[in-house]
T-cell receptor, first 115, second 115 residues
Framework: AQSVAQPEDQVNVAEGNPLTVKCTYS??????LFWYVQYPNRGLQFLLK??????LVKGSYGFEAEFNKSQTSFHLKKPSALVSDSALYFC?????????????FGGGTRVLVKP | DAGVIQSPRHEVTEMGQEVTLRCKPI?????LFWYRQTMMRGLELLIY????????DSGMPEDRFSAKMPNASFSTLKIQPSEPRDSAVYFC?????????????FGPGTRLLVL
């Protein structure tokens, strides 16, 4: 079975400060990991993914995430947050060993960036 | 490409009525997913198809829900009869043939309100 936990329902940060959104996962084998962002009244948009290779993954809009196998984490980061980064963020995982093409999503973390 | 297309964008209906949601995936994508998003339950995978064949429908809540994919460019999700607890945003997503870590692309969603 595969699962994802996003321990924070909401993260508040001041504009210009670093932003971190936490994600931990559980899979039987090795993971494929994804981050998506959802703006109000929109569908989810892909931000970045970890498949293999370098543990630091860079994605859209200045976001990056670090895969940490020992801590089973894939935290999303941005060095300097913008008000426009306010949105709902989802972490997702797929077990490489699992059949099919099913992603398991976390519960989402709402990010509020204040001016 | 226009992306994943869903219709209608908004649907208001009365309890007991039949509701049909429609989705057109991105051309060339052979996976199609139906999700439901609510405040209480977050983002849930209802069913997904590969090459028009249902692969995993374990997330379909009950027999009132059915999904079909008659061809590679069209899928429907039907609720009959609808109930107020079905009120949610329903997303369709598609992804390319699975090689390793292909991203899912989400449509804008259908916001369903059952009175």
């Amino acid at each position: 079975a595969q699962s994802v936990a996003q321990p924070e329902d909401q993260v508040n940060v001041a504009e210009g400060n670093p932003l971190t959104v936490k994600c931990t996962y559980s899979v039987s084998g090795n993971p494929y990991l994804f981050w998506y962002v959802q703006y109000p009244n929109r569908g989810l948009q892909f931000l970045l993914k970890y498949i293999t290779g370098d543990n630091l993954v860079k994605g859209s809009y200045g976001f990056e995430a670090e895969f940490n196998k020992s801590q089973t984490s894939f935290h999303l980061k941005k060095p300097s947050a913008l008000v426009s980064d306010s949105a709902l963020y989802f972490c997702a995982v797929r077990d490489m060993e699992a059949a099919g093409n099913k992603l398991t999503f976390g519960g989402g973390t709402r990010v509020l960036v204040k001016p | 490409d226009a992306g994943v297309i869903q219709s209608p964008r908004h649907e208001v209906t009365e309890m007991g009525q039949e509701v049909t949601l429609r989705c057109k995936p991105i051309s060339g994508h052979d996976y199609l997913f139906w999700y439901r998003q609510t405040m209480m339950r977050g983002l849930e995978l209802l069913i997904y198809f590969n090459n028009n064949v249902p692969i995993d429908d374990s997330g379909m809540p009950e027999d009132r829900f059915s999904a079909k994919m008659p061809n590679a460019s069209f899928s429907t999700l039907k609720i009959q009869p609808s109930e107020p607890r079905d009120s949610a945003v329903y997303f369709c997503a598609s992804s390319p043939p699975w090689v390793a870590g292909e991203t899912q692309y989400f449509g804008p969603g259908t916001r369903l309100l059952v009175l």
